[in-house]
């Protein structure tokens, strides 16, 4: 991973704080501060341990720092964000943007965020970025002045180029379809797990209500009393223990949740390369066009039906020095032209050839972070059996000294 | 006079001593002196032009002398069970007579012969006969021996017999009238604390089933849902490469910690529930037995109460008063002795049941914990099979 930032400086987005402000419209709103706090670690020597520089961002600011790096590097899978809102929630957990547990698991999220970008060997060397870590105040203005909003592509252009390009990239065909899938596939396990986490609870928590029932019924019974007490504590025990089951959960769901959204970028980097390659396209057919122009004014044959040629033919023929007029124009764009169209030759292959570099490294990033995520999966559901192993273990000596 | 109860069960007109109680709970305890084993089973419906019912099959095997014969198959359908029961209640009724199932089931059910309903009602019709058989007192009724030996139609004629309507219904009579004077009034202690604790027992039984109930449904809601989510890895698994295999474990983990979840509703549909429902039926049926003897002790008290009133010719009615003393003291003796029976029995079914739902519990954990760790096992072996391959150069 060469000489990345994360390396040299330890990042950390260590706090989370509401506050209040005036947005735009100058109407007061809510929203949440996190706290960005960075170290050189060669500063780190023998036990000294130097202050860590900390600043305060919001959301929004961290947004506008994805969408510079999107913008500015089209040829890398850039880092996803952590949600904007809580998505895939099952019924105990909260939708409010203000919850301390969203707010919790969002500031791990934007953590990670920054820790991919300081790993990635591209994105790390980033000027903004660092500036982004460091200076406190006038980063806003400094990430608009890139003036990288002039550089963004319309949705409206990709959507147009995505239907009409003919020859795109096999490999870029074939990975957006993965990428589709991706998406697909993991949302779907998202919902189905939310759902599957709502009835874990409720089998869980139903069983609370044995305790109070076994306790009343206890205080008539001599024999069975004790047994009857003991049981119901355990009961107690088993309805809570599925809590701290479930945050763990929650934090393998935003492992995937991260994927979901690292499928769309992606899509970003196919949507540009079916993008330049359309814009390649028509470059070429433009200049083909005007070859063929050029052919039929110089040898006077219409090999094409055109309106040019209808005109000519009703309104009569034009004028020698016209047509040499004419001719030395379309000569001198058709240079342009082929120049242009080597320069977006060798940007395309350029871009082709670095995107699919980033796209490798993320592939297998991919593969290791995923197979991670289901390994501790598989820790997690093992400690789930296990607890449940002692609790009835203990419940089932109480009953049988019923 | 038939409020003495019948002749033909073990007559409550003698004072049950002691130690014949003791002798006849030693045979319970002992299994292999049973010498009386029934089974029901095979139900199958009858169709005719009034109406269509379902009939069991009732399988008798004695050794005792009483019975011609060592073996009888009989069929029987839901009213004969009725008439059973109401016949052990009229000729005992101090006695716990065990519950029969329900004659509707209330939600959930549409139609009476669905299947599920059937077998549900089987078992409860053949644990309410061995119940009967292993009743130290119920066990030599006349009309039990009849139900379980007696061809169709000697059945239903037998049936005709007995107290026509009219006396039982004098009988109803005047139960009732006693019971409004009390038979509360000089209850013995003893009988108050059962009231007590029946009242308490009832109420903390019915949360049970509720609460038993509730974890059925979420336990088969859980189920539903992950019937589904295993099958997505295995989708996911068709568009990756490298991690397809760890996802089809995942997969496969999931499907079989599913059929464990299964296997585990299983358990509780076919013991838990079944228990407690049985324990719901039977706190009404001891509430209705406290009753009946409140009401028996009623019948002393109001006939003494009247006699007191007449003045002199008390003579004539020492006959009377002594014969309703003798059938107080029978019936709480009977009572006294059936309730330590009956908690004793309870205490081992509660005992034994929740015990099983542990066990039940603690295997499906074992299953799915078998499930999980193999998996991790298989993913890290091909962790370190990875590594090794890395550090070649």
């Known amino acids: 991973m060469e000489d990345c930032l994360a390396k040299k400086m330890e990042i950390t987005v260590s706090e989370a704080e509401k506050r209040t402000g005036r947005n735009a419209m100058n109407m007061q709103e809510t929203y949440t501060a996190y706290l960005i706090e960075t170290r050189a670690v060669e500063s780190q020597g023998e036990g000294q341990c130097a202050p860590m520089d900390s600043l305060w961002r919001r959301y929004s600011e961290f947004e506008l720092l994805r969408n510079y790096l999107s913008v500015t590097y089209p040829h890398i899978v850039v880092p996803p964000l952590p949600e904007k809102r809580a998505d895939f929630v099952w019924h105990k957990l909260s939708a409010d943007n203000m919850d301390p547990d969203f707010v919790e698991r969002r500031r791990i999220g934007l953590e990670n965020f920054l820790l991919r970008v300081a790993s990635h060997p591209v994105l790390c060397q980033d000027k903004i970025f660092y500036s982004f870590l460091t200076q406190e105040g006038g980063w806003k203005e400094v990430v608009n002045e890139t003036g990288f909003q002039l550089k963004a592509d319309s949705r409206l252009k990709a959507l147009n180029a995505t239907f009409r390009v003919k020859n795109p990239d096999k490999r870029f065909t074939e990975l957006k379809h993965y990428s589709d899938e991706l998406q697909s596939v993991i949302s779907h396990l998202l919902r189905v797990r939310a759902r599957v986490a709502d009835r874990l609870y409720g ?133 342009e032209g082929e120049e242009q169209l080597k320069s977006k030759n060798l940007e395309g292959r350029d871009f082709v050839k670095s995107a699919w570099a980033d796209i490798e490294r993320f592939k297998e990033q991919k593969n290791h972070d995923l197979k991670e995520a289901l390994i501790s999966y598989a820790v997690m559901q093992i400690s789930m059996c296990k607890k449940g192993i002692q609790v009835w273990t203990n419940a089932k000596e109480c009953f049988s000294k019923m | 006079d038939t409020s003495l109860g019948e002749v033909n069960s073990f007559s409550p007109s003698m004072p049950i001593s002691p130690a014949s109680m003791i002798n006849q709970y030693k045979f319970e305890d002992e299994p292999e002196l049973r010498d009386l084993f029934i089974t029901v089973d095979d139900p199958e419906s009858h169709i005719t032009a009034i109406e269509t019912f379902i009939t069991y099959r009732v399988v008798t095997k004695t050794s005792r002398g009483e019975f011609d014969s060592s073996e009888y198959e009989v069929r029987r359908r839901y009213q004969d069970f009725l008439w059973l029961k109401s016949k052990l209640e009229e000729a005992h009724p101090t006695l716990i007579i065990p519950p029969l199932p329900e004659k509707f089931i209330m939600k959930g059910m549409v139609e009476r012969f669905n299947e599920e309903f059937i077998e549900t009602r089987r078992k409860a019709l053949h644990k309410f006969l061995n119940r009967i058989a292993d009743h130290p007192t119920l066990t030599f009724n006349e009309d039990f021996k009849i139900f379980l030996t007696a061809q169709a139609w000697e059945l239903s004629s037998h049936k005709k017999q007995g107290p026509g309507l009219l006396s039982r219904m004098g009988q109803t009579v005047r139960a009732v009238a006693s019971s409004v004077r009390g038979g509360v009034k000089n209850r013995p202690e003893m009988f108050t604390e059962m009231n007590h604790y029946m009242e308490t027992f009832s109420q903390k039984i019915i949360v049970l089933d509720k609460i038993a109930h509730r974890i059925y449904k979420e336990e088969r809601e859980y189920f539903n849902e992950m019937k589904e989510y295993g ?70 008290d109001s006939r003494i109460d009247t006699l ?86």
Not at chain 2, 242 to 262: F, N
């Open chain 2, 231 to 300: 099958p997505i890895h295995t989708l996911w698994s068709a568009s990756e490469e490298d991690i397809a295999d760890s996802l089809k474990g995942v997969a496969s983990c999931i499907d079989k910690c599913c059929k464990a979840t299964e296997k585990r509703m299983a358990g509780l549909s076919e013991n838990l529930l079944p228990i407690l429902h049985e324990y719901v039926l039977y706190s009404e049926i001891l509430m209705g037995v406290l009753k009946r003897r409140d009401q028996i002790q009623g019948e002393l």
């Open chain 1, 203 to 335: 089998v869980y928590k139903v069983h609370g209500n044995y305790g109070r029932v076994f306790s009343e019924w206890s205080a008539i019974e001599k024999e069975m009393g004790d047994g009857l007490q003991s049981a119901g504590h355990h009961m107690d025990v088993y309805a809570a223990s599925i809590d701290d089951i479930l945050e763990e959960e929650e934090h393998y769901a935003d492992q995937l949740k991260e994927y979901l959204f690292y499928a769309e970028a992606l899509r970003a980097v196919c949507r540009k390369h079916e993008l330049m390659q359309y814009d390649l396209e028509m470059a070429a057919q433009d200049l083909t066009s005007k070859k063929q122009q050029c052919e039929e004014l110089a040898t006077g044959t219409v090999r094409t039906f055109s309106l040019k040629g209808m005109t000519s033919k009703l309104f009569g023929q034009e004028t020698p020095e016209q047509r040499e007029a004419k001719i030395k124009a379309l000569e001198e764009q058709i240079q």
């Open chain 2, 308 to 393: 007191a009133n007449k003045k002199a010719e008390k003579d004539l009615f020492s006959d009377e008063i002594g014969k309703l003393e003798d059938k107080v003291e029978c019936a709480n003796n009977a009572l006294k002795a059936d309730w330590d029976r009956w908690k004793q029995n309870m205490q081992h079914d509660m005992r034994s049941t929740f015990t099983n739902v542990a066990e039940n519990n603690l295997r499906y954990y074992e299953e799915c914990l078998a499930t999980w760790e193999s998996f991790l096992a298989s993913q890290t072996v091909n962790l370190h099979v990875e590594e090794d391959s890395e550090d070649r150069p």
